[in-house]
T-cell receptor, first 112, second 112 residues
Framework: QKEVEQDPGPLSVPEGAIVSLNCTYS??????FMWYRQYSRKGPELLMY????GNKEDGRFTAQVDKSSKYISLFIRDSQPSDSATYLC????????????FGTGTKLQVIP | DARVTQTPRHKVTEMGQEVTMRCQPI?????VFWYRQTMMQGLELLAY????????DSGMPKDRFSAEMPDATLATLKIQPSEPRDSAVYFC??????????FGEGSWLTVV
C-alpha cells in the first residue's frame, strides 16, 4: 500500500462547478501538505501549502487538512477551463527539503 | 523569469545505451532534486543535493543510475546501461531554504 493514495480520475466537470480533489495518507508523521498543479507536458507547480490541520484559502482554491482522518482536500470554486490539469497532493514530515511524498495525481477536465 | 532548465527535452535511445540528463537550477537555489514520473508510480524522488552535496539518493537504483553536481549551475543524472523500464519523465527541481520547489519541464525518456 502506498503512503499517499489519490484517485487518478479523470474527473470531468462543467465550467463553474465546485471541484473536490482528495488524498488519503497513512504516515501520521506528515505535517506539511501541498497541492501541485501540472499541465500537460509541463512540470508541476505549487498551488497551495498548509501546515497541520485546518483550512487555507487562496482565491478560488481552498485546501483542507484533517489529520485525525489522514485526509486532505483541495476545493476549486467556479472552475474554469484553464483549471484543466492534473492535481498532485504532496506531503512531508517537516518543513524544508526532507523527502516529499507525492500522490499519483488526479486529472481534471473542466468542460466549457 | 527564472526557471529550471532541463536538457534534453526528449530522448529516444536503445536499450544498453548511456543516457545523460542535465539540469540548470535557478540561480541562487541551493537544493536540487531529481524526480521520475510514471503513470503507475507517480512522482518518485531519485536523489537530492544541498549546496552540491548529495543528501539522499535512496530512491535511485545504484547499479545503473548516478547523479552529480559538478558545479552550482549544473546537475546531471546518468543511466548506464539504460533499460526499457527506465522510460519515464525525469524532472529536475530546485529550491532555496523554505517550502517551494520549482520544477523544470522534464526530460521525456523512451528506451526501446
Amino acid at each position: 500500500q502506498k503512503e499517499v493514495e489519490q484517485d487518478p480520475g479523470p474527473l470531468s466537470v462543467p465550467e463553474g462547478a465546485i471541484v473536490s480533489l482528495n488524498c488519503t495518507y497513512s504516515n501520521s508523521a506528515f505535517q506539511y501538505f501541498m497541492w501541485y498543479r501540472q499541465y500537460s507536458r509541463k512540470g508541476p507547480e505549487l498551488l497551495m501549502y498548509t501546515y497541520s490541520s485546518g483550512n487555507k484559502e487562496d482565491g478560488r482554491f481552498t485546501a483542507q487538512v484533517d489529520k485525525s482522518s489522514k485526509y486532505i482536500s483541495l476545493f476549486i470554486r467556479d472552475s474554469q477551463p484553464s483549471d484543466s490539469a492534473t492535481y498532485l497532493c504532496a506531503m512531508t514530515p517537516s518543513g524544508g527539503y526532507q523527502k516529499v511524498t507525492f500522490g499519483t495525481g488526479t486529472k481534471l477536465q473542466v468542460i466549457p | 523569469d527564472a526557471r529550471v532548465t532541463q536538457t534534453p527535452r526528449h530522448k529516444v535511445t536503445e536499450m544498453g545505451q548511456e543516457v545523460t540528463m542535465r539540469c540548470q537550477p535557478i540561480l541562487g537555489h541551493n537544493t536540487v532534486f531529481w524526480y521520475r514520473q510514471t503513470m503507475m508510480q507517480g512522482l518518485e524522488l531519485l536523489a537530492y543535493f544541498r549546496n552540491r552535496a548529495p543528501l539522499d539518493d535512496s530512491g535511485m537504483p545504484k547499479d545503473r543510475f548516478s547523479a552529480e553536481m559538478p558545479d552550482a549551475t549544473l546537475a546531471t543524472l546518468k543511466i548506464q546501461p539504460s533499460e526499457p523500464r527506465d522510460s519515464a519523465v525525469y524532472f529536475c527541481a530546485s529550491g532555496l531554504t523554505g517550502n517551494t520547489i520549482y520544477f523544470g519541464e522534464g526530460s521525456w525518456l523512451t528506451v526501446v
